[in-house]
């Protein structure tokens, strides 16, 4: 006849390993949650966005994430110093993490590269910059030029 500690024990196991994995996705949800995100769909090789949707984004931050369908990687939309918009990917170029907005800089959360709101490389590992995307404001919209 069996015991039932092992199963028992197994059980005990199993639960607090669920726990912890469901501690783990809030705090990656509440992390990722403090980067105001937009969903939007590329027409045309484009994405074109709303001036007033997008400042309302912004709030008083400097940086919001925007997914577009069935592109390979999302794009941060940041205001520089001097107030002018750009576009810049996530992908961190050393080992394809995804970077987050630090201030007024870039930061991968892998291995600590760290680029500027234009892309650039300010400390590596990652030795070539993120990816830019053009972006232009036509009256009262926003269009990225998608590859």
């Given at each position: 006849m069996r015991s039932?500690?092992?199963a028992s024990g197994a059980r005990r196991h199993f639960l607090r390993a669920a726990a912890g994995c469901s501690l783990t996705s809030l705090w990656t949800i509440s992390a990722c949650a403090s980067v105001p995100t937009l969903h939007a769909a590329a027409q045309s090789g484009r994405v074109r966005l709303a001036r007033q949707e997008l400042d309302a984004t912004f709030g008083d931050g400097h940086a919001l994430l925007l997914q577009v369908d069935n592109l390979p990687e999302d794009i941060h939309v940041v205001r520089d110093a001097g107030g002018d918009l750009l576009a810049v990917g996530t992908t961190c170029t050393h080992l394809g993490c995804q970077v987050r907005p630090a201030n007024r800089f870039f930061r991968c959360p892998c291995h600590g590269s760290t680029f500027t709101f234009a892309g650039d490389v300010v400390r590596?590992?990652?030795?070539k910059p993120l990816s830019r995307y053009a972006l232009n404001v036509?009256?009262?919209?926003?269009?990225?030029?998608?590859?």
């Open positions: 039932s500690a092992p590596g590992p990652a030795t036509i009256n009262d919209y926003i269009e990225i030029e998608l590859p």
